[in-house]
Every structure is written in C-alpha cells, then in structure tokens.
C-alpha cells in the first residue's frame, strides 16, 4: 500500500490535533509554542487564529472577552520559538499590538468562526492503481508553508477548531486566510473597526449559507 498526497480543492478546514486549542503537553515543540503563544490569553476565545509557518516566526490573531470589554489583537516574535528550543539562552522578542473593539463586531467574528469550524471535515481519502500498486491519497500537506489553525469558544460547544495548510488561491479556505489578515490590520491599527465590519458582515451573508 502506498500513501501518497494529493492536491485538492479547499473547500473546508480539517480537524486539528489539539496542540494550541487543548491541554496536550506531550510533544515539546507544541507545548513550547503553546506557552509562548498563548501566555496571557484566556482558554475562551470568540475567534482565535494561529499561524505556524515553516521558516517564518509563529503568529496568534485573537479576538477575546476581556473583562466588560472587547479586544482583537495579534502576538508573532522576532525569531521562530523552535530557536528556544536550540538554545536556550537564545533571545526571541515578542511583537504585540490590540486594539478594544464593539461587541457587535466581537460578536459577528465569532459567529464567523463558528460557521466556517462547524463545517470541518477530514481529507476524502481516494484509492488509485499507482505503478501497479494501490494507494491513498490524502489531503494536502508540506515542508514550505503555512498551517493555519482557526478556533472559537461557544457556550454550549466547548472549544471548536479546524486547520488548512497553505490552501490554494481561489479556494474559500484562502479567502478565510485572507478575512485574518483583515483582522489582524485592525489590531495592528493598519485597517479601521468600521473597515472590518463592512468586510465581516459581507462575508457572514456568505458563510451562513
């Protein structure tokens, strides 16, 4: 039997493993990125998204209930965090920026999450004749990219989460990647609140199908 990937259309998230949406410690690696990612942040998010990317510094985009407030922010480093990991004397520095932000819009980004997350599913897997041998192939992962992983916090719910890698353009994985970045301007003050919620409300009429 031989295993192979395949390059699909991406059309929805996979399910996650675990590492940065629950309480796995097990693997260094992930509990190292976990600790430095999410220090500070609480285990209930509205709409969370993180990036790890092959050879560029890890990245979270969050968007949490603080207190009676709102806030979206973004937390990435000066160096990967597996640098720690090298070496532990090894500086890496933490880049941050936040923004309080209208229930409204909190509220409308979280529902986003929710919907886009409701609809993961895992990787069809597909049966060919390959050299005379049969194999599967299997969703789409790499060495050079990025694993995007999208979760939310809803009462009733518990913790939700899916993940993409590096989806295709044209695809409405990459259009979710693409809606981040928007969030992420906002938090780094690069994209207004009202800017933002012209675009989520757009893409809610869109998601809520």
Do not use: C
């Not at 994985?173 to 992420?184: P, R, T």
Request: cysteine-free.
């Amino acid at each position: 039997m031989i295993i192979s990937q395949v390059a699909k259309a991406q059309e929805h998230l996979e399910p996650v493993n675990g590492y940065l949406t629950s309480y796995n410690f097990q693997n260094e690696s992930y509990s190292l990125k976990r600790v430095h990612l999410l220090d500070g942040y609480d285990d209930h998010p509205l709409a969370r998204v993180f990036v790890l990317a092959s050879f560029s510094p890890e990245k979270v985009i969050s968007v949490d209930k603080v207190k009676d407030t709102y806030v979206i922010s973004s937390r990435t480093f000066t160096r990967q965090l597996e640098t720690i990991k090298q070496n532990k004397n090894a500086k890496v520095e933490r880049i941050e920026s936040k923004k309080e932000i209208d229930k409204k819009l909190a509220i409308l980004l979280g529902e986003i999450f929710f919907r886009v997350i409701n609809e993961t599913k895992y990787p069809k897997v597909e049966y060919r004749i390959i050299n005379g041998e049969e194999a599967m192939l299997v969703g789409r992962h790499g060495f050079d990219g990025e694993t995007y992983i999208f979760s939310t916090f809803q009462n009733g719910f518990g913790t939700r989460a899916g993940q993409i890698w590096s989806p295709d353009s044209g695809t409405a994985m990459a259009e979710l990647v693409a809606f981040s970045v928007e969030m992420e301007q906002v938090a780094t003050g690069a994209k207004s609140e009202s800017e933002l919620l012209k675009i989520a409300e757009k893409y809610y009429s869109k998601v809520k199908k």
